[in-house]
């Protein structure tokens, strides 16, 4: 997940993807999944544009909140949408 600070549009391809999943099976949780990504590539798109971070951002301990939310909705969103 590294790899979405230095490219944040990525994220919006995970967004796209759950959106994808709602879309087959309407599930709520895979709607949340969509929006929590898309907001989470916003979020990561203003830090890489020194948005919301106007000095030295080496250290985003705000990422370890972020990254297991992330993995844990995103885990729920494929269990649940898989059926």
Same mark, same amino acid.
């Given at each position: 997940m590294i790899v979405m600070i230095a490219y944040p549009w990525l994220a919006g391809v995970v967004a796209a993807c759950f959106a994808g $999943? !709602? !879309? @087959?099976?309407? @599930?709520?949780v895979a709607a949340l999944a969509a929006g929590v990504w898309a907001l989470y590539m916003v979020y990561e798109y203003l830090m890489y544009a020194r948005v919301l971070c106007s000095g030295e951002c080496n250290i985003r301990v705000d990422l370890l909140l972020?990254?297991?939310? $992330?993995l844990v909705l995103s885990v729920w969103a494929v269990w649940k949408g898989r059926g």
């Open positions: $999943l !709602w !879309w @087959r099976g309407r @599930r709520r972020v990254y297991p939310a $992330l």
